[in-house]
Nanobody, 126 residues
Framework: QVQLVESGGGLVQPGGSLRLSCAVS????????IGWFRQAPGKEREGVSC????????YYADSVKGRFTISRDNANNTVYLQMNSLKPEDTARYYC???????????????????WGQGTQVTVSS
């Protein structure tokens, strides 16, 4: 059974950092690209980042570029999203998802991701 479980969310002050984890099971992480998405109340889902399965190439949305870093540990079946310099507008529920293809050169499309986790809440507030 394919499972993705996010953790690491919480409440943080502006300028702070969090590291999200996406623990996967039921499939071999090495073979799949993994993406992170987020959705805030009343807003559309946004593709945040993606890491490819092969050469580790990455994609970042302009809104997080330079602040967020995606990485993967295939041996431990986990993908991470390090989030630094957090802003109130980063507040959202964050989801990881398994891609059915490769990471795109442009914005992530939710339809390219076939399996999703339940999400973890990130709140950036003073």
């Amino acid at each position: 059974q394919v499972q993705l479980v996010e953790s690491g969310g919480g409440l943080v002050q502006p300028g702070g950092s969090l590291r999200l984890s996406c623990a996967v099971s039921g499939f071999t992480l090495d073979y799949y690209a993994i993406g992170w998405f987020r959705q805030a109340p009343g807003k559309e889902r946004e593709g945040v980042s993606c890491i490819s399965r092969s050469d580790g190439s990455t994609y970042y949305a302009d809104s997080v570029k330079g602040r967020f870093t995606i990485s993967r540990d295939n041996a431990n079946n986990t993908v991470y999203l390090q989030m630094n310099s957090l802003k109130p507008e980063d507040t959202a529920r964050y989801y990881c998802a398994r891609s059915t293809t490769t990471c795109p050169l442009g914005p992530l499309i939710g339809g390219d991701f076939g399996s999703w986790g339940q999400g973890t809440q990130v709140t950036v507030s003073s």
